[in-house]
């Protein structure tokens, strides 16, 4: 019984602990692979990683639902690209406030990913970061340049 008094008295005491994932942001991460080395899941893989690691934000992973409607509005473009409504549209759909847009791609022998942060009430980018170079047969390699993207789009801890 005492246990029980000390628990609600901790739960009056601290009631933010119960409630703080709730007030983090929500993103979701929506990665292309223009690299012809079919990449692209495992850098989104590695950029919800570095996202969640930081904390600040709730990342959502990317559903089977959510990478159809996307492959729908590229089918009826002619240049194959989704502008930034579009997915601010997908977004607000899957329940998010931001979803992450992530380009892997080759320039010449070396592969570079990009990223940018779009608020889905606004379709404004939030939040861009410079292409980081990675070398896609060192999984340590990719996984840290991709901590070093979301640190360059989120700011340095």
Do not use: H, W
Request: proline share 3%; aromatic share 8%; hydrophobic share 40%.
């Amino acid at each position: 019984m005492r246990r029980l008094y000390l628990l609600l008295l901790f739960c009056l005491l601290f009631p933010a602990l119960g409630v703080q994932s709730q007030d983090k942001p929500k993103v979701a991460v929506y990665t292309t692979d223009e690299s012809d080395y079919n990449i692209g899941a495992f850098v989104g893989d590695y950029l919800i990683n570095a996202i969640v690691k930081r904390g600040e934000y709730i990342a959502i992973e990317r559903t089977a639902q959510f990478l159809s409607e996307i492959n729908k509005e590229q089918s009826f473009q002619r240049t194959g690209a989704v502008d930034d409504s579009q997915i601010s549209r997908l977004g607000k759909n899957m329940g998010v406030q931001y979803v992450c847009v992530v380009k892997v791609a080759r320039v010449g022998e070396q592969l570079f990913m990009s990223a940018r942060l779009i608020d889905v009430e606004t379709a404004e980018v939030k939040s861009t970061a410079r292409p980081v170079s990675f070398n896609p047969d060192n999984l340590q390699d990719m996984e840290s340049s991709c901590d070093n993207l979301v640190a360059s789009m989120f700011g340095r801890v």
